[in-house]
């Protein structure tokens, strides 16, 4: 059995893939599975933005699926230094395929735990649909960090394993953060001046010395370095493009 998750990692994590991620326990009768995932990232990105102020972070997560698709975890990051000491992630769903039809679907609720700032902890509801190469990703947030109002993100995915490059995968992702129009006024003095913005993500991952291995650039759009630059965040050295080199290791 297979962790099935399609959009999970819209939600915290600095990937934007992570489909058919293996099970490192399985019960007999395969009825459970459980795994755990250790990950070092020279920058913890959201959505574009670096969350630790860009500097390194390691993270975690352990997961429960049942064969019904059905699925729980916990997720956590020590340094989100720029808000908070460190976040934690809790969700859960349910991932599976549509009959035989090759689409897979993941449906679920992702809760962000911010120590030490919890004004910022807020709920996120998302839904995916995955086929073939593609996965279409929506989270809807009605207390978007700690605002009280709504907001919604679009994404968009690709991935490939690469052919003649020893199991090289490729990932492309390009998203969308759509504030409510009450949430512009909080955020800037102008309104008007940014709804949304633009956010993407190109990475190649390699298993190497047991070690899943990725590299990636990421980045936001002009509205997102506004967005950056903002009363809200205040600073603009957080929406850089950049290049982020991560290793994890399942267990």
């Known amino acids: 059995m297979q962790l099935k998750k399609l959009s999970a990692a819209l939600c915290a994590v600095s990937s934007l893939f992570v489909a058919g991620t293996a099970a490192a326990w399985e019960s007999e009768n395969g009825q459970h599975a459980t795994s755990a995932t250790v990950e070092l990232y020279s920058d913890y990105v959201f959505r574009g933005f670096s969350l630790s102020d860009n500097k390194p972070a390691i993270q975690g997560s352990f997961d429960y699926e049942h064969a019904s698709g059905f699925y729980t975890g916990i997720w956590g990051t020590n340094n989100a230094s720029y808000i908070s000491s460190g976040e934690i992630g809790v969700y859960a769903g349910f991932a599976n395929e549509i009959m035989d039809t090759g689409i897979e679907y993941d449906l679920g609720v992702w809760r962000y735990i911010f120590p030490g700032a919890s004004d910022l902890n807020n709920n996120e509801v998302y839904g995916a649909l995955g086929y073939s190469y593609f996965t279409f990703s929506y989270a809807y947030a009605k207390n978007f960090e700690g605002n009280s109002e709504t907001a919604h993100y679009y994404n968009i995915a690709f991935d490939y394993e690469l052919p003649f490059f020893g199991g090289v995968d490729f990932t492309a992702a390009y998203g969308y953060q759509d504030f409510s129009s009450s949430l512009k006024r909080v955020i800037f003095e102008d309104e008007s001046s940014v709804g949304g913005y633009s956010d993407y993500y190109i990475a190649l991952t390699k298993e190497f010395v047991g070690f899943d291995w990725t590299l990636a650039y990421t980045g936001v759009d002009s ?16 929406a850089k493009d950049k290049f982020i080199l991560s290793l994890s290791k399942t267990f």
């Open 223 to 238: 509205n997102g370095r506004k967005y950056a630059r903002s009363d809200y965040w205040g600073k603009s050295s957080l």
